[in-house]
């Protein structure tokens, strides 16, 4: 089976903290993605990365940075944080498709960080 | 980009056959559909996805029209466990997919 894991279930931090999300997956993986999910707003795409040391943005990268130094880890980081950062954070990944098309993406069970 | 419809939310009585309906009247030649789901408090798990033929896997079935205007995933057999958000995807943007706001769906003992 996938397996796609995240460094923590839930996450306190103070406002200005830098904190660091890490994810990893076991299938050897080219795509890794993270997301936030928020009531009503369902899920959006923060960052996404086709390959190891390759980042694109997706629609609200804003307050965000990621790293990927090894192709099984993908780490959200944020720099500054600050109240509206508290959100459920979700990393995915998929194998590469060539252009096929989207392929299927497998989630881990999320983090829920709460900035105070 | 194909975009999705899906009603809030909908009831079905444990046992029973869950069909839940989406619309993407928009949808290009090549995008796929795609079915997820969310149980509350865990990532999404992907269910079934498919381009034109109906698809069958151990989860559910996906019957998409000829025109591939709209897709139905069904459940065969509902059960409490079922009991979560369906996300229907059909937006293919360099292996992005965009998740809407889903259907909830209420398994009812």
């Known amino acids: 089976d996938v397996k796609v894991t995240q460094s923590s279930r839930y996450l306190v931090k103070r406002t200005g903290e830098k904190v660091f999300l890490e994810c990893v997956q076991d299938?050897?993986?080219?795509?890794m993605f993270w997301y936030r999910q928020d009531p009503g707003l369902g899920l959006r795409l923060i960052y996404f990365?086709?390959?190891?040391?390759?980042?694109e943005k997706g629609d609200i990268p804003e307050g965000y940075s990621v790293s990927r130094e090894k192709k099984e880890r993908f780490s959200l980081i944020l720099e500054s944080a600050s109240t509206n950062q508290t959100s459920m954070y979700l990393c995915?990944?998929?194998?590469?498709?060539?252009?096929?098309?989207?392929?299927?993406?497998?989630f881990g069970p999320g983090t829920r960080l709460t900035v105070l | 980009d194909a975009k999705t419809t899906q009603p809030t939310s909908m009831d079905c009585a444990e046992g029973r056959a869950a069909n839940l309906p989406c619309n993407h009247s928009t949808i290009s030649g090549n995008e796929y559909v795609y079915w997820y789901r969310q149980i509350h408090s865990q990532g999404p798990q992907y269910i079934i996805h498919?381009?034109?033929n109906n698809e069958t896997n151990e989860m559910a079935s996906l019957i998409i029209t000829e025109d591939r205007k709209s897709s139905t995933l069904i459940l065969p057999h509902a059960t409490l466990r079922d009991t979560a958000v369906y996300y229907c995807?059909?937006?293919?943007?360099?292996?992005?997919?965009?998740f809407g706001k889903g259907t909830r769906l209420h398994i009812l003992p």
């Open positions: 995915a990944s998929s194998p590469w498709t060539g252009g096929r098309g989207t392929d299927t993406q497998y």
């Open positions: 995807i059909s937006e293919n943007r360099d292996d992005k997919i965009i």
């Open positions: 299938m050897d993986h080219e795509n």
């Open positions: 990365s086709y390959d190891v040391k390759m980042k």
């Open positions: 498919g381009l034109k």
